[in-house]
């Protein structure tokens, strides 16, 4: 990376640089000034291709979401078997894999120009995905929309919790037992399996929404 | 606040400052000049009580940790009945009022000075007692313990995570069914208590740990 590059492929460069820097300095702690040094750029040649740091941000993010969901479509044509341990394998080995995309996806608050439809629609795939793969559990059940979200939302909730709890520095101090933190995904994917099975769902519902 | 501030209080003043810049500029984007600022003192002033940012960090995540803690056990000490369901309903409650302090303990990497046994002692204390009140409901089973683990990583996990999806920018996206997002604590509480009481656990432990 040298003054050699041309603006066809600044944009490139910049977004590859603006997650170097990210990496290096964190989500908040990084600006467009770091993306020119890195690449020996002069400070305003980022901002031909984005207006703002936000927009650098937001199209870094746009990319994470995108990436996520490929990741997890691919893996989930893969292995139709047991479709819900499959994706919810799917989704740590995605977010071990690439712990600071994670962060920036779920664990960042957006910047403003984020809420864009492109990078909307990426967000919400996986959470789609899971709702309607329970929605088809459910036939046409009374209410059978209500359940599959909230189903879908306490399945996310113990990946996500996991996931980021893995990560964490807490997890170094808990001094758990040996075997404990490389089973707790496969504990975690009975409990939730036998919970979805226990009837305890159409329970709730019949009792939550008349 | 204003030059008058005497060094006595100094050291507070720097926390409480250092507190309202993390939340207008992030956990990464703020320095210890914007406390000065803030403050109205010379530069070098917060350098007195805290060596480094990262040190006042560290300062503030302690605190966050140690209120999260008090909080936890008086809600569990007003709560006998249903020990687990106070529990989960106050760990949702606390991080959704303080969502700068949840994110500061939970979502943030921690600087080097955190990793001090007066933060760790605290920062544990949520899932030692998590786990300790596992631990006595399995009696002396055998592998009692690592089982308690699993089943609090598996709690922690899901509570955690729906805590931060919760507060995350995807969640106004999901396009949920009215009453979902409300009533998905309570559910997930349903599922937990169920899978607790399925019998999958002991299964699980008996087929995992020989």
Redesign the interface.
């Known amino acids: 990376m040298a003054k050699s590059i041309n603006d066809l492929h600044l944009k490139e460069a910049c977004v590859q640089a603006a997650r170097e820097v990210i990496a290096e300095?964190?989500?908040?702690?990084w600006s467009m000034r770091d993306v020119a040094r890195k690449l020996d750029i002069s400070h305003q040649a980022p901002y031909r291709h984005f207006p703002s740091r936000d927009h650098l941000l937001a199209e870094i993010m746009r990319r994470c979401f995108e990436d996520f969901a490929h990741f997890l479509d691919q893996k989930s044509k893969a292995k139709k078997d047991d479709e819900l341990r499959g994706m919810g394998v799917a989704y740590m080995t995605y977010a071990a894999k690439h712990p600071l995309e994670y962060?920036l996806m779920?664990?960042t608050?957006?910047p403003e120009p984020?809420?864009h439809p492109d990078l909307?629609k990426y967000?919400?795939h996986a959470?789609d995905v899971l709702r309607r793969n329970l929605l088809q559990s459910h036939g046409d059940k009374r209410n059978a929309?209500?359940q599959s979200?909230?189903e879908a939302?306490?399945i996310?909730?113990?990946?996500?919790?996991?996931a980021?709890?893995d990560q964490?520095?807490?997890m170094a101090?808990?001094?758990?037992?040996k075997?404990?933190?490389k089973?707790?995904m496969?504990?975690?994917m009975?409990?939730?399996?036998?919970?979805?099975e226990?009837g305890?769902?159409d329970?709730?519902i019949k009792n939550?929404?008349k």
């Open positions: 300095h964190g989500v908040e702690g962060r779920f664990g608050p957006w984020a809420a909307v967000a919400v959470f929309k209500q979200e909230l939302m306490f996310w909730s113990a990946l996500h919790g996991l980021t709890i964490s520095n807490v101090h808990l001094s758990l037992s075997g404990v933190q089973k707790s496969d504990f975690m009975n409990m939730i399996q036998s919970a979805l226990s305890q769902s329970e709730f939550e929404f």
